[in-house]
């Protein structure tokens, strides 16, 4: 089964500034998706950026990027220019790429509580 | 523009009795799924449902059930609630084709106590 791990279950950074979010996965699939959601305090989830594991450039949304390593297993977000409301829950997931039924299912980590300083 | 509705936000149960979760979405995707969310656990899939008609268990079953009454709703019942299914459940949908292939679109939660 497919696990996806998040090492630091609280961050904070300066209003302003750069922080990075790690995520690792264990599979043994060569197709799949990878996924940030952002949970804000109103409870929402909110999809913040995908990335397709045979696309090699890094996916970018605006002030978020990824840094997605297959080989390493890793697929990090980084999020430029922090803004007070990027404060919120991160969850990295993770989704088999193969079409079928059942594939759709995203595993999710456990999260990262991102604080914004002011 | 709805989305994903899920009724009820809230809900406060007493140990053993039942109720049921509803769900909704008006964007005609085939899968549909149930998770819950408790503290420093993450999301973790209860049961989901890749097409009208089907269901499947996820990684936490045990005292759920679910029905797909057709292509937009899906619900999550609990027959006799225990202390450890207080939670926050989302329900989310799915698209199986096309640019958004993948990504889940999730109703805002429900938040249950069971006393």
């Known amino acids: 089964a497919q696990t996806v791990t998040q090492s630091q279950p609280e961050m904070s950074v300066q209003e302003a500034e750069t922080v990075t979010l790690s995520c690792t996965y264990d599979?043994?699939?060569?197709?799949?998706?990878l996924f940030w959601y952002k949970q804000p305090p109103s409870r929402q989830m909110i999809l913040v950026i995908r990335?397709?594991?045979?696309?090699?450039q890094n996916a970018t949304e605006n002030r978020f990027s990824v840094n997605f390593q297959k080989a390493a297993k890793s697929f990090s977000l980084k999020i430029s220019d922090s803004q007070l409301g990027d404060a919120a829950m991160y969850f990295c997931a993770y989704r088999r790429g193969l079409s079928g039924f059942g594939n759709e299912k995203l595993t999710f980590g456990t999260g990262t509580r991102l604080t914004i300083i002011p | 523009n709805a989305g994903v509705t899920q009724t009820p936000k809230f809900q406060v149960l007493k140990t053993g009795q039942s109720m049921t979760l509803q769900c909704a979405q008006d964007?005609?995707?085939?899968?549909m799924y149930w998770y819950r969310q408790d503290p420093g656990m993450g999301l973790r899939l209860i049961y989901y449902?890749?097409?009208?008609?089907?269901?499947d268990k996820g990684e936490v079953p045990n005292g759920y059930n679910v029905s797909r009454l057709n292509k937009r709703e899906f619900s999550l019942r609990l027959e006799s609630a225990a202390p450890s299914q207080t939670s926050v459940y989302f329900c989310a949908s799915s698209a199986r084709t096309g640019a958004l292939t993948g990504e889940l679109f999730f109703g805002e939660g429900s938040r249950l106590t069971v006393l």
């Open positions: 449902s890749a097409s009208e008609g089907t269901t």
């Open positions: 599979t043994s699939e060569s197709d799949y998706y």
């Open positions: 990335q397709e594991a045979y696309k090699q």
């Open positions: 964007m005609n995707h085939n899968s």
